[in-house]
């Protein structure tokens, strides 16, 4: 009998995606695995993977793919090492299956406990409904944590969830949504993660704003083409000079976030055309830290050779960062049409920090293995 059973293939189809989510996350560790470290994530996978084995998600996935996916965000978003990513593995464990917090003692050590507890009670806490302030929901969340990486996987726990949020019905799309906005962007932002600010923001709005947002979508894909070509003749003149003084370098167009754009609108009550600064022009140089600062103001001074700066917007990041840990130059110059342009210069150092937040740049990328111990 040639007959082929679709459970069967689905089965296999399934291990299939379970594995390569697996092997994508050990490629996106790969520099900060020390000794022992894959043995580690191994056996929180096995763990992971055993105790979710009968659930699914709302998408009728199988329910590992949510941990992996959450550890893959932390790896690669945040930048969190080793015993964090055995923590995002297991972080749905202990509240929903026979798991306990003994048996991750047991086989990872105290301190995965602790972060992997710090998680559940969090969970117990906000995800059951409980209506909270905002500065409550902060204040519990820094109490019930002490160590900062359960905020942050509880973060990357949201955006996986919000990324995913189309499976679900509308009420509780709407319910997520909101929370996210009002509790979860914010925490975000006073961390520093502004990358994960933006997507929380954006995607909320998708289910809050669904008209308004697919609106902003659609003029910004509209408008695209002038917009690139706009960047690319303001930056010709940048680039030749900048190549001239031998920077090694990278220049990005980065269009605001949807919902920053709608945000400006309502706040000085101006359409979408009236917005003129959509986006921003970002010079990121590869220096060493000695050099960077240096480095930036050098760019700045070419920047502002060819192009006339707005002296009341000059933010200088660099010589004082914000709270956050952000670092960066901002200048806004005239461009060739007479239109505002603002351009950020920074390292790649800043860059990184700007985008993954600043306690995950230097810290936590701990060894799972040496905690095991
Ligand atoms: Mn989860």
Redesign the pocket.
């Known amino acids: 009998m040639s007959e082929v059973s679709p459970g069967v293939i689905n089965a296999e189809a399934e291990k299939d995606q379970i594995l390569k989510a697996y092997r994508a996350l050990l490629r996106a560790l790969k520099p900060s695995l020390g000794k022992g470290d894959k043995k580690m994530i191994r056996l929180a996978f096995d763990m992971a993977l055993e105790a979710h084995k009968d659930m699914r998600r709302k998408t009728g996935e199988p329910y590992i793919l949510?941990?992996l996916a959450?550890a893959l965000i932390c790896a690669e978003e945040i930048g969190l090492g080793p015993l964090a990513i055995v923590c995002a593995l297991l972080?749905?464990t202990v509240e929903d299956t026979y798991m306990t917090l003994e048996d991750i003692r047991g086989s990872f050590g105290e301190k995965a406990a602790t972060i992997v507890d710090g998680l559940t009670k969090i969970?117990g806490v906000f995800d059951k409904g409980t209506s909270l302030q905002a500065e409550n929901f902060r204040k519990m969340l820094l109490t019930l944590s002490d160590d900062i990486r359960v905020i942050l996987i509880k973060l990357a726990?949201r955006l996986?969830?919000m990324r995913t949020l189309d499976s679900m019905q509308r009420e509780k799309q709407l319910k997520i949504a909101s929370e996210t906005a009002y509790l979860y962007a914010p925490l975000a932002h006073r961390l520093g993660l502004y990358a994960f600010k933006t997507e929380l923001e954006d995607l909320s709005m998708r289910y809050t704003e669904p008209e308004v947002y697919k609106d902003i979508t659609d003029r910004l894909t509209q408008t695209k083409r002038d917009r690139t070509r706009f960047i690319n003749e303001f930056t010709v003149p940048i680039k030749d000079e900048l190549n001239k003084q031998g920077f090694t370098y990278e220049v990005k167009g980065r269009s605001k976030s949807i919902h920053s754009i709608w945000s400006k609108m309502k706040r000085q009550g101006v359409t979408f055309d009236e917005i003129y600064d959509l986006f921003a022009i970002r010079i990121i140089i590869d220096a060493s830290e000695d050099m960077e600062k240096a480095m930036c103001w050098k760019a700045y001074s070419i920047i502002t050779d060819f192009y006339h700066p707005n002296p009341d917007r000059l933010r200088d990041w660099i010589s004082t960062p914000k709270a956050t840990g952000y670092e960066s130059l901002h200048t806004t110059v005239m461009g060739p049409s007479g239109k505002w342009v603002e351009v950020q210069i920074r390292s790649r150092r800043m860059d990184e920090i700007a985008e993954k937040g600043y306690a995950a740049h230097w810290k936590y990328k701990e060894s799972a293995a040496e905690n095991a111990l």
Do not use: A, G, L
């Open positions: 949510h941990p959450v972080h749905d969970s726990d996986h969830n």
